[in-house]
């Protein structure tokens, strides 16, 4: 029978049932998982964070490195003697 069940319901399997959950310390144990998953959480959302500041960082200097790109390349092609007729156009 499973705790829970109608036959559960009698008095003296409601007493055993209590008397295993005090012999067992279920009611700490508990309280203790709790808080170990609550810190568990905790240290999941600080990783997330860190995740996302460390691939802003990565977006933030490729977009710098990319306009760096597109600036010498700008520069590059302005020296260029074709480039040079269609600037005195």
């Given at each position: 029978m499973r705790p829970g069940s109608t036959a559960?319901?009698?008095?003296?399997?409601?007493?055993?049932q209590e008397l295993l959950w005090e012999d067992q310390d279920l009611e700490e144990r508990y309280d203790e998982l709790e808080?170990?998953?609550?810190h568990v959480t905790e240290s999941a959302k600080y990783e997330i964070e860190v995740a996302k500041d460390a691939s802003s960082v990565f977006?933030?200097?490729?977009?710098?490195?990319?306009?760096a790109a597109e600036l010498l390349l700008s520069s590059i092609s302005t020296g260029l003697p074709g480039h040079a007729l269609e600037a005195a156009k």
């Open positions: 559960w319901k009698d008095e003296r399997y409601s007493t055993l808080r170990r998953l609550g977006l933030e200097r490729v977009i710098v490195a990319l306009i």
